[in-house]
């Protein structure tokens, strides 16, 4: 494989910093974890300028995302204190 960017997000939609990320287990899903307290979704090999889905629940930035091996749900610690589950 040779190493080159496939995609970039950057659009109107992420006005914050990004304080972490992870990907699915396939790859495809980018999940980010944003300043203005909400986790993006995004389809990392498709050009899109919105995200597939946002997850609002924070009311402080959200520190970093994270999934297991098993990819069947998703974890997010803030600074408000939470660690929210998505499944």
């Known amino acids: ?6 995609n970039e997000f950057s659009n109107d939609v992420m006005l914050t910093g990004i304080a972490g990320l992870a990907f699915s ?7 980010t974890g944003c300043d203005d307290n ?3 979704a995004w389809d990392a090999l498709e050009d899109r300028s919105s ?8 009311q402080g930035r959200v520190a970093g995302v ?3 091996p ?13 660690v929210s589950i998505w499944a």
Request: aromatic share 16%; charged share 15%; with cysteine.
């Open 1 to 6: 494989r040779s190493f080159g960017m496939v």
């Open 25 to 31: 287990k396939s790859g495809r899903v980018l999940f």
């Open 38 to 40: 909400v986790i993006y």
């Open 51 to 58: 995200p597939l889905q946002s997850l609002e629940y924070h």
């Open 66 to 68: 994270a999934l297991p």
């Open 70 to 82: 098993s990819g069947q749900c998703l974890a997010a610690a803030s600074w408000d204190f939470d």
